[in-house]
Structures are given as C-alpha cells and as structure tokens.
C-alpha cells in the first residue's frame, strides 16, 4: 500500500472559481436576478460589479443591460429614455416599476380614511380641506393613460377632485401639515405668495430630470372641467379649453400623458373630451390626485388609446 501524501489540496478560492468559468456563462447566470439582485450581486462582488479590462460594463450591468435590450417592447423603450448618468441596473429597474400596477405610495393631508387598497383612497371630509395621494411611479417618456374612476359619497354636491401630474416631489418630507401646508394640501393651487414655505421646500426638491419646463403640476378639476397648473413660483393657471366639461357624479377620467408631445388629454367616461393641455409637459412627473369633497378615487393604468 501507497503511504497517504502528507499535502492535501488547497480548496480553489471563490474568485478563482469565477476566473475559470467563462463571461457568458456568468452574464447568463446572473441574468435570473431582478434589477435588485443584480445591484446587490453588484455591490458584494468586484468581479460582477466593477468592469473588467476591456469591457464597457460591468458583469452586473451586462445582465440589465441584455434583459432590458431583450424584454423591452418598443413601447417600454419610447417610455424609458436612459438618463445620461442612469447604470443598465436602474434602468431596468425602471422597466420592472413601468409594468407594475399603480399605487398611491404618499398620502399627505387629514382627509382620507384608512387606506386598504394601495390604488384607492377615499376622502371623508367635506370642504376647504384638501387631501392628496401621489403614485411612485415616474413617468419620463412616451405616452401614458391612466383611469380614475370616481365614486361620489354626496347626493347634494358634485365631487370636487383635481386629477393630473405632479413632479416626483415629497410632499410630506420636512413640510408640515399644520405650519406650511397651513391643514390643506393642494399642490396644484398655490403660488408663493400663498404658502411660500410649502412653494419654497418642493421647488428645492428640483433636479436635472425635470428637464426645462416650469409646469410642476397640471391637473383637471372635477368641479368645472378646467385645466389647474402652477409653477410653484409666482405664475399659476386656471383656464378653459376645448372639450372643457366638469363631473356631475360619479364616473371615470381617463388621462393621456404624452411627453414626447408635452400634451395632456382628458377622456370622461370612455368618450375623448380633447387635449386640455397642448404642450409645454416636459421632464419627469407622476400621477396625483387631490380631494375636498366625500368621495372615493381608484387608479388603474391602461393602454394608451390611439
């Protein structure tokens, strides 16, 4: 019998591991994590995070990279210009939040009752005060449609709802209800002459991303039908347009954001009422709605009409 050799084999480390195996392999591996797996696969491995001699983009990034490039119809990609400073990682994450359902992620303002559907609020108070919900998702491109379905609480008042398009802005993170927003939150209305600490705090909150324009919010009011929009500074619109009609009860509001136009369109019941806004929209926004009357309002996105 052969003696034992004293000498056992080292164990392979796992980066030598990763060197053996070949790049294509390691992309397609890791092309089975979501945009979050892959930034933490990213962020727990130089070998997948950072990039190798000659490669534009990291192991990590090459995954996003192919998913989005092989996932994306066209419609996603009119949707999703890449920022310039934007990795392929968070731009395929932002293809992964464009194909969830909405949900109002902020809710700022003492009107509405306890939320137990994350795309439906409901108000409970009626008159001056006004409550809004704000969706997460960030719109920077291409057209999108939204339905707001409008369930009014009061046989002897119409519902009073500003529906429409906000900047991704906190309404909430260091402005108070009571001292700023002085117990109403009404993002669409105001200048800063009028709440000038509430105009001040979400004008800071500006970035590259809103691109030129100086619409921060653009909304269709319920009550009357016209077209409400502010540049939280000095210059706010109140205005009619062609196709102008309020919302006597209860109903649906379909909204047709453009951002390669800079349009907004306004559809009431299924029926096109016309463009209430004809250009000007440009840079990133979010739906919103604001509420000062006894209602309940859902969300749904849609596929845009033609």
Not at 116 to 128: C, D, F, I, K, Q
Not at 143 to 167: A, K, M, Q, W
Not at 211 to 222: K, L, T
Not at 262 to 270: D, E, Q
């Amino acid at each position: 019998m052969r003696p034992l050799d004293s000498k056992r084999a080292e164990p392979l480390s796992n980066s030598t591991l990763l060197e053996a195996l070949d790049n294509d392999l390691l992309v397609r591996c890791a092309s089975y994590l979501d945009a979050d797996g892959l930034a933490w696969l990213g962020r727990s491995s130089a070998a997948f995070g950072t990039p190798q001699a000659g490669q534009q983009r990291s192991l990590a990034n090459e995954a996003a990279h192919q998913q989005f490039r092989q996932s994306a119809t066209d419609e996603e990609r009119r949707c999703l210009p890449k920022h310039g400073d934007e990795s392929d990682i968070g731009l395929y994450r932002a293809l992964e939040q464009l194909r969830e359902p909405l949900s109002f992620d902020e809710l700022a303002g003492d009107g509405f009752s306890l939320q137990e559907n994350p795309a439906r609020v409901t108000h409970t108070r009626l008159g001056v005060v006004w409550s809004t919900a704000v969706s997460g998702h960030v719109m920077r491109g291409g057209r999108h449609f939204v339905e707001f379905t409008i369930t009014n609480n009061s046989d002897l008042y119409p519902p009073c709802v500003d529906l429409g398009v906000i900047r991704p802005v906190s309404l909430t993170n260091d402005i108070d209800l009571v001292a700023d927003w002085r117990g109403s939150v009404d993002p669409v209305f105001f200048s800063s002459r009028y709440k000038p600490a509430v105009s001040g705090k979400l004008r800071s909150q500006r970035t590259a991303k809103w691109g030129d324009s100086n619409i921060h919010c653009c909304s269709y009011y319920s009550y009357n039908g016209r077209c409400r929009g502010t540049d939280w500074d000095t210059k706010v619109t109140y205005s009619e347009w062609h196709g102008c009609e309020s919302l006597d009860g209860s109903g649906t509001i379909g909204l047709l954001l453009d951002l390669d136009e800079g349009t907004l369109s306004v559809f009431k019941n299924n029926r096109r009422l016309g463009m209430m806004k004809e250009g000007g929209l440009s840079g990133e926004y979010c739906w919103f709605v604001s509420v000062n009357s006894s209602c309940a309002v859902s969300m749904s996105k849609s596929r845009a009409p033609n």
